[in-house]
């Protein structure tokens, strides 16, 4: 049961930090001048190259573990 609550706990976590990433980067795009459908690709852009790198890097460390 720890293992799943672990699991669920950084899987929170990595989405939050993935949140936090495409929010900063929205509105530094709002800053910049970007209209709003741009800031908001940017930051979808964002969101999903965070949670893109959090996959790749927990299938290299998966490698490395077992």
Do not use: E, N
Request: hydrophobic fraction near 70%; charged fraction near 5%.
């Amino acid at each position: 049961m720890s293992r799943l609550v672990a699991v669920l706990a950084i899987t929170v976590l990595v989405v939050l930090s993935a949140l936090l990433a495409a929010i900063i980067a929205g509105l530094l795009a709002r800053l910049d001048g970007a209209t709003q459908s741009a800031a908001l690709m940017r930051a979808a852009a964002t969101f999903a190259a965070t949670l893109t790198l959090a996959a790749a890097l927990t299938g290299a460390l998966a490698q490395v573990v077992s």
